[in-house]
């Protein structure tokens, strides 16, 4: 099983930028779909972004379409997420997680999609 630790969450302004990594333990880190959700107060958890082991176009939700960019550097074990033009709706608590099977090609979206989650970051965005 894959442990993944999330940083470089905190406050910034409308507008702003913030870039969280996911470090992932596990030397088969390179074989599995990596996908990011948040969860804001109040409210369940939802798919922001997932990216296959391939590394090819990841697949977004459609609120952060255009905004955010995710990406995976498999020496590195890690997943990023750039986030840009953010918004105070970006609000929440950010999770990354691995896919629950190795070398599997399909697009991931759901949460039952996953079977290794980190800790989660918290990110907030003052307007």
């Known amino acids: 099983q894959v442990q993944l630790v999330e940083s470089g969450g905190g406050l910034v302004q409308a507008g702003g930028s913030l870039r969280l990594s996911c470090a992932a333990s596990?030397?088969?880190?390179?074989?599995?779909?990596m996908g990011w959700f948040r969860q804001a107060p109040g409210k369940e958890r939802e798919f922001v972004v997932s990216?296959?082991?391939?590394?090819?176009?990841?697949y977004y939700a459609d609120s952060v379409k255009g905004r955010f960019t995710a990406s995976r550097d498999n020496a590195k074990n890690t997943v990023y997420l750039q986030m840009n033009s953010l918004k105070p709706e970006d609000t929440a608590v950010y999770y990354c997680?691995?896919?629950?099977?190795?070398?599997?090609?399909?697009?991931?979206?759901?949460?039952?999609?996953?079977?290794?989650w980190g800790q989660g970051t918290q990110v907030t965005v003052s307007s």
């Open positions: 596990g030397r088969t880190f390179g074989t599995y779909t």
């Open positions: 997680a691995a896919g629950r099977s190795p070398y599997n090609s399909a697009t991931y979206y759901r949460e039952s999609d996953f079977l290794s």
């Open positions: 990216i296959s082991w391939r590394g090819g176009s990841p």
